[in-house]
């Protein structure tokens, strides 16, 4: 079964430093990749997303992720936080084909708190 | 274009309760879900619907869960009755294509008391 680990419930770092949220995945085939970020009373916000080709893709807010098949990674950066980053972060995945299921997996998500 | 719209954003109601949450997809997105996030858990899925049919409920934790999509725009997600362990955020997503790009809603977060 597919399964998405952030092992890091909560982060703190200051304003204007770089970040680096951690994500890893367990799933049987290539799946997409996404990002997504909730501010607080605020949906979730598409930041970016992994489909094929370039494994590093950009996204909004000046966000970036790698994906790393060998390590079944697909961390998030942003190489200078800014005071409104402060949110928590999703990682999911979901399947490239079209049979089965479309659901996303979520992981448990990251809680970033940035100090001025 | 307007998003996803859900409502209520809140409410609290108690156990044994019924509560009906509401979602308006983007208009011509025939694709519509529902995810729940229980405090402190991941965000799980609940089921898909495409047009007026459920393509996939396998997220769905019970019979006291139901959801509709009548006509095929908006859909009602209905808790009868309520219990505590129901308590979390439901968030709608819609999308155009199949396992498309998913736009999601603000959630509505429930409290069984």
């Known amino acids: 079964a597919q399964s998405v680990t952030q092992p890091d419930i909560h982060i703190t770092v200051s304003e204007g430093a770089s970040l680096e949220l951690r994500c890893n995945y367990s799933y049987g085939a290539t799946p997409y990749l996404f990002w997504y970020v909730q501010s607080p009373g605020q949906g979730l916000q598409l930041l970016l997303k992994?489909?094929?080709?370039?494994?590093l893709v950009q996204g909004i807010k000046g966000f970036e992720a790698e994906f790393k098949r060998s390590q079944s990674s697909f961390n998030l950066r942003k190489p200078s936080v800014h005071w409104s980053d402060a949110a928590e972060y999703f990682c999911?995945?979901?399947?490239?084909?079209?049979?089965?299921?479309?659901?996303?997996?979520f992981g448990k998500g990251t809680k970033l708190s940035v100090i001025p | 274009e307007a998003g996803v719209t859900q409502f209520p954003s809140h409410s609290v109601i108690e156990k044994g309760q019924t509560v009906t949450l509401r979602c308006d997809p983007i208009?011509?997105?025939?694709?519509l879900y529902w995810y729940r996030r229980v405090m402190g858990k991941e965000i799980k899925f609940l089921l898909h619907f495409v047009k007026e049919s459920k393509q996939d409920e396998s997220g769905m934790p019970n019979n006291r869960f139901l959801a509709e999509r009548t006509g095929g725009t908006y859909s009602t997600l209905k808790v009868q009755p309520a219990e505590l362990e129901d308590s979390g955020v439901y968030f709608c997503a819609s999308s155009q294509i199949r396992g498309g790009l998913r736009t999601f809603g603000s959630g509505t977060r429930l409290t069984v008391v």
């Open positions: 992994y489909f094929s080709g370039d494994t």
């Open positions: 208009s011509g997105h025939d694709n």
């Open positions: 999911a995945v979901g399947p490239s084909s079209g049979a089965g299921s479309y659901q996303l997996t």
